[in-house]
């Protein structure tokens, strides 16, 4: 029996044997391709990303505004990069990895023990800081601070993506390079290139910074480009394309076109797969950015704002700032688009606290696209236009103006409330009334169609409206469009409302772009979102109520504004009829209030001691954000806070008070006759406005004849968008 | 008759041969791993010292004789189960005895001698195999029902100080020991069946108690197919005993990574290898383990399927001659232990090249001879020094059945030869 069971045994063991033997073969034999692939994968290097160049912004004529231009940086390992900010162990760990790497490959010299090889590197990344601070001219503090800086966002995109997976891992911004000194130029490249090579852990890697060419007039329209934070990253649209994410080192358009034309800017990245041996195993080549083509012509918007900065600074005015833009009629593609003042966008980081202080000038605010003003008179046309096509009125009614509104005699006319003196405008028909930019006939219209019937005009013509003006910038602010919906929520709605409304006062309020556009829909009585980037669709567009003949009273209404010797701005910005087109516009005066431009906060110190500080802020919010980034650790409320200073801080020099001076109009071609030719379409329009600057005619008046000529003078005689340029230096 | 310790009858020698084979290779491969890391040869110029000091060891085992062993059987197994006691009051009170019982990767395997450090659980394979056979020389111990509960008794309390350790290995390992030495001396095949059953029905109880690693090192064994995993990412709920979704999904990176490894490195060696200290695996440290646990993966990535083979080939030789020795004695106990002897290093071997080739769970069993340890070097050479001292005392001029006088020689040895039950 012993014998028996020994066999049964000897037999088990060998059926056991027999089955590795067969799993052996399998693995070593029949699959053997399959796990040599696997254990070549083992040695891949993780996956090198090849930049892409960003798309370059052009101007409508192609000149470059904005490209990326090569220089090099000094990348460092993450590992290395965080041994300050990481645990004791995790450090430990990442110099023992390297370590033992640099034992195996004889690095310091052969026969060397891991320990001493330990020490030898943890003094080598000791000196690295050292040269690193050389390198770059700044103290070390500073470099680590900076290395802090980007664990502090890898650790952020770890979060997102652990967020996204379920789960937390590595993610591989933790093992590549990242770049902590950048912008070298070629010299500089080659130094760093010498005090680097006796770290391993070190690349000089080329790299491109952002530049942005003659475009200080341009700044905030380009907008500029910033590192990306977790949220970029966690509402990227291209999360799902690993070549296209967003990853912790990237810049991503952060305002203005750069963050308009994102999608179009960023390119794809290139796959570079290398095994440890460094054989190049695939390349995918890098996909660069598309241009983004701008409708704004630099050479008239350049012109243009030296044409604002001239008269701006000439002109005896309490003046902060100013905007200016250009319109072509037929496509809604904005020419110009100034803000004064600007600043210097490839100074923007060094000069920003500056800039940021700068309340009074605010060369930060994006005037043409994000502050909204009270359009003033120049909504008058559309309230008459209002009035006429809901048949309140015909083209034939007047209303009878000696100065004062009957029904409320403290509403006057702007002539009797300026000087003084009593002098009426006598019967007035709608016609005559934007001519005169007469407020009596408006208050009767007013009464007429109430602040629903206005408010209705109003949104037709995009005030209030989300997206604003259609140029699709971050920055575009809707205005205020005063319907009673709006109102309810925040005041009653009182009788007076539809007589301040209706002169553009009270809560009206738009933008520049959408004050150009609103006189567009007069030139062309169309209206359609104002684009700024060269597309090949256009947006919709919607005819607005009212018959020929109405329009064309509108017209002439504004062109009598400017030609006609009664006309409210024809001393200011009369054009010579030889230039074969007559301006036709509307003046406006939008009174308002000083601005706050500074605050006192008044606080209690640590130790009881009563205190305040002044602090540069435009608003209660901007100055409680001020005073925490002053005294992180005292608590106040708006109640602590007053204002202190305001701007302007003198008496209007024009009229009892303050006001912003608007001029919005069109350029009418003239026939033979040197008679405006209403048979052809105006084609370009503008809108002007001076911050401060006092009454529309007498401010916003002779900058807009400058602007006409300058207009005229950049696109020539038949006004085309498209006149080759004067400038020489093209892009493309 | 008599025979010096020194001289090998040939089933011995081959024995003491293969052994020694399979220690060199093991050698070289801790020598190929250990210059590719650049680090001194610490494991290395170790291993040679404790084969040195096995080899000694053999020589007075050898020169003892495995009878006069075997007459302090129980003495030894108690004596062995007392070194067991340390670690596991440990383990329960945090105690380390000044130094004597450390920590290491969270188990309290080890007894630190000056210079060495003892695993108990080790020395306890070779006792047990002694306390049992010397138990089961008597027909009476083993055909009844009753009588097999002493084995039992002898296998479980060893087991159960070894698991809380813990060490799941050697633990389950004594299963098929206990099993074999049983199924040899001539256990009823029902007593053994209904034993079987009793283990198969504990054991999803046991399942449920096991750490969540150690499931996790069961269930890889399903989990290295694609398809499981993916199943398991689409049920959770179905599979939530077995794995979560998330183990599934970075099978490569997480459990899987130590199998995952001694596949590729044993699948790319291919039928030749890439050569002694060559290949990916070996220069570079992509293979936790790999002198040890894994050291088969190593010897399959240096020598190909050759090299598994004669490796395989080099336990066959034990087996093959272990068995025949067996054969060869008469007496019950020799008999037994032999038994016991040749299925522990073969079961062990068998075991961990299957967990190496994903066949079995991973459970840290080394390749007997062929990794590194101290402890499992001096055990496994004490265990064929028994073999080796069990084929010098066979009776060389009888071919086929033993003189009775031979059995009759030794006092204590039962009236009826086993052989002829």
Redesign the interface.
Known sequence: MFETRLKILACVLMICAAVVVGRLIELQVVNADVYRRKADQVLLKPAERLPCVRGRILDRTGFVLASDDPDWKVCIDYDVLAMDSESQEKRADSLHKRAASYARQNRYGPGKRRQDVQSLLEADIKRMWEDLARLAGKPQFELRRQAEDICQRVAAVRQVVAARRGFDDTVREEEQPHALIEGLDDQQHIAARLAMEPYPWVSVRSGVHRTYHNAVSLAHVLGRVARVSAGDIENDPDAEQPLRKLLADDMVGRSGVEYLAERDLRGTRGVLLKNRNDEVLERTPAQDGQDARLTIRLDLQDRLYAELERSLQAFPSLASGGAVVVLDIPTRELLALVSYPSYDPNRFTEDYATLRADMRHMPLRFRAVANSYAPGSIVKPLACLAALATGRVTLETTFYCDGVYPRDKSKRCWEVAGLGTRKAHGEQRAEDAIAHSCNVYMYYIGDLLGVDGLTAFFEMVGFGRKGGSGTGLLEDARGINPTRAWLEGRRPVFPNDARNFVIGGGEVSATPVQVVNLVAAYASRVFQPVTLLKRADHSPEWRLPGTDAQWHAIRRGLYRVVNDPNGTAHDYAYIQPSTGYALCGKTGSATTRPWPISYRVNYREHDGRQAFAIVAAGDMGQAMEEFHALHPDIEVTPRDAEVFERWPQVDSLHGDEHAHAWFAGFLQPLDNLRQPDWSRPPRIAFAVLAEFGGSGGRAAGPIAQRVAGAILDVLGPNLDPDAPSRRIARGD | MKHHWWHLPAPGSAVAAAAIVLCLVGLACIFATEQ?????YVNTSKQAVYLAASLVLTAVILRIGYYRIAQHAYLIFGMALLLLIPPCIARLTHYSFGGLVPVRRNTYRWIQLPGFGLQPSELMKVAYMLGLAWYLRYRRNYRTFGGLLIPLLMSAVPMMLILMEPDLGTTLQTIPVLF?IL??A?ARAKHLALVLLIGLLAAPLAWSHLETYQRSRVSLVLMQSREFRDKIIAQPQRYRWLATP?QAL?WE?DIGYQL??S?????????FGHGWGQ???VE???LPEKHNDFVFAII?HQW??LG??FV?GC??VI??VG?NI??ATTEPFA?LLA?GVV?MV?TQA?LN??EN???MPITGMTLPFVSFGGSSLLTNFMAVALLISISQHRPFLLADKPFDDDVLIRPDTPIKP??S?
Do not use: I, P
Not at chain 2, 263 to 271: D, I, P, R, Y
């Open positions: 590719a890391a650049g680090d001194e074999v199924f040899a001539g998330r970075e990176k995952v490894g596949k590729a490195a044993l699948g790319s060696g291919g039928v290949g990916t695996y570079y440290n992509f399959g190909g399927l598994c083979l395989l336990y066959g087996t093959l068995l067996a054969f008999r038994v299925t073969v068998l090249m299957g080739t994903g066949l086993a052989r039950l």
